[in-house]
């Protein structure tokens, strides 16, 4: 049987990798989940990047197998189709995305699908969501993926768990797309622009 292969997608600003523990956080759990304890992983940014925003993609298994640095800006998305699965399950970040791209290919007119799992929702195709309303910030608390930047945002009180139906986006006046690439507010999609 084929070893399962991971990602992590780590951003590099000015020459500094940013939310470097949770990321290798995430990825020692990872390897010793599935290949039992291991010497941790510890990354170091390269001194060629100095300047500019970079994401870095490692793919790795019991060892990182490899890394690439490619320039980032972030992708244009304004609307969102729900999508409805059950029992699926994505709590770790595979390189093999081909569920998640099935439900992508399900997004009609709109830029990305927000997936909708078990009737309570939970991340885009490729970043978890939070949601604006009067008490501030909040996120799912049901994700397919504890993202780092979600992970970060939540330690530091900005971001807050809550759960969530499809039912309860009408609430809220703005959502917005977070991953490690992303701050709250980078990639932002008014509620009425998610469609059922």
Same mark, same amino acid.
């Given at each position: 049987?084929?070893?399962p292969v !991971?990602?992590d +997608?780590i951003?590099?600003?000015?020459?500094?990798?940013?939310?470097?523990?949770c990321?290798?956080?995430?990825?020692?759990?990872?390897?010793t989940?599935? !290949? #039992?304890p291991r010497?941790p992983i510890? &990354?170091?940014?390269?001194?060629?990047?100095?300047?500019?925003?970079?994401? %870095?993609r490692i793919?790795?298994?019991?060892?990182?197998l490899?890394t690439?640095f490619?320039?980032? +800006?972030?992708?244009?998305?304004?609307?969102?189709?729900?999508?409805?699965?059950?029992?699926?399950?994505y709590?770790?970040?595979?390189?093999?995305? +081909?569920q998640?791209t099935?439900?992508f290919?399900?997004? #009609?007119? =709109?830029?990305?699908?927000?997936i909708?799992n078990?009737g309570?929702?939970?991340?885009s +195709? !490729? =970043?978890?969501?939070a !949601?604006? #309303?009067e008490d501030?910030?909040?996120?799912?608390?049901?994700?397919l993926?504890c993202?780092?930047?979600?992970?970060e &945002?939540?330690e530091?009180?900005?971001?807050?768990? %809550?759960?969530i139906?499809?039912d309860d986006?009408?609430?809220?006046?703005?959502a917005?797309l977070?991953? =490690?690439?992303?701050?709250?507010?980078?990639?932002?999609?008014? %509620?009425?622009?998610?469609? =059922?």
């Amino acid at each position: 049987m084929r070893e399962p292969v !991971f990602v992590d +997608s780590i951003k590099l600003y000015n020459g500094r990798f940013c939310n470097i523990t949770c990321h290798e956080d995430r990825i020692n759990k990872t390897r010793t989940r599935f !290949f #039992g304890p291991r010497a941790p992983i510890q &990354l170091i940014p390269p001194d060629t990047m100095r300047e500019g925003l970079y994401k %870095c993609r490692i793919e790795y298994s019991r060892e990182i197998l490899s890394t690439a640095f490619l320039p980032y +800006s972030p992708k244009q998305i304004t609307s969102l189709q729900i999508v409805y699965v059950k029992n699926f399950d994505y709590s770790f970040k595979y390189r093999d995305r +081909s569920q998640i791209t099935e439900l992508f290919n399900q997004r #009609g007119t =709109a830029d990305d699908v927000l997936i909708v799992n078990n009737g309570f929702v939970s991340d885009s +195709s !490729f =970043a978890n969501i939070a !949601f604006y #309303g009067e008490d501030g910030w909040v996120t799912p608390d049901t994700p397919l993926l504890c993202g780092t930047k979600r992970r970060e &945002l939540i330690e530091k009180k900005i971001l807050r768990e %809550c759960r969530i139906t499809p039912d309860d986006i009408k609430g809220y006046s703005a959502a917005c797309l977070i991953n =490690a690439m992303n701050e709250i507010g980078t990639v932002q999609i008014q %509620c009425n622009r998610i469609f =059922a």
